[in-house]
Nanobody
Framework: QVQLVESGGGLVQAGGSLRLSCAIS????????MGWFRQAPGKEREFVAA????????YYADSVKGRFTISRDNAQNTVYLQMNSLKPEDTGVYYC???????????????????????WGQGTQVTVSS
């Protein structure tokens, strides 16, 4: 049984930074892409960032491009989301997710659809105050 546990969320002021972590446990063998999604109150869950197994392919939502960075340490079974220059509109519950394949797509945007991910964490709250 695969388990994903996010951590690192919290309350920050606009312009601040947070680093989210996602620990993968249970069944960590194989290769798979990882993604981050978020859901603001009253809104649909949206794609934030994703990374292929080897880190060779990354993709970001336009709203976070240039501010957020996804990375992973496969040896430690951990994926990260570094969030800089945070804005109030970044507020929401952030979820990490594991895909069913290594994410080696010819087009990086193909990492975005939520249906590609079959394991999800419980989420961690990120609140950015103005």
């Amino acid at each position: 049984q695969v388990q994903l546990v996010e951590s690192g969320g919290g309350l920050v002021q606009a312009g601040g930074s947070l680093r989210l972590s996602c620990a993968i446990s249970g069944q960590t063998s194989g290769v798979y892409a990882m993604g981050w999604f978020r859901q603001a109150p009253g809104k649909e869950r949206e794609f934030v960032a994703a990374c292929s197994w080897n880190g060779g392919t990354t993709y970001y939502a336009d709203s976070v491009k240039g501010r957020f960075t996804i990375s992973r340490d496969n040896a430690q079974n951990t994926v990260y989301l570094q969030m800089n220059s945070l804005k109030p509109e970044d507020t929401g519950v952030y979820y990490c997710a594991r895909a069913t394949n290594d994410g080696s797509y010819a087009l990086a945007s193909m990492l975005a659809p939520a249906h590609l991910y079959n394991y999800w964490g419980q989420g961690t709250q990120v609140t950015v105050s103005s």
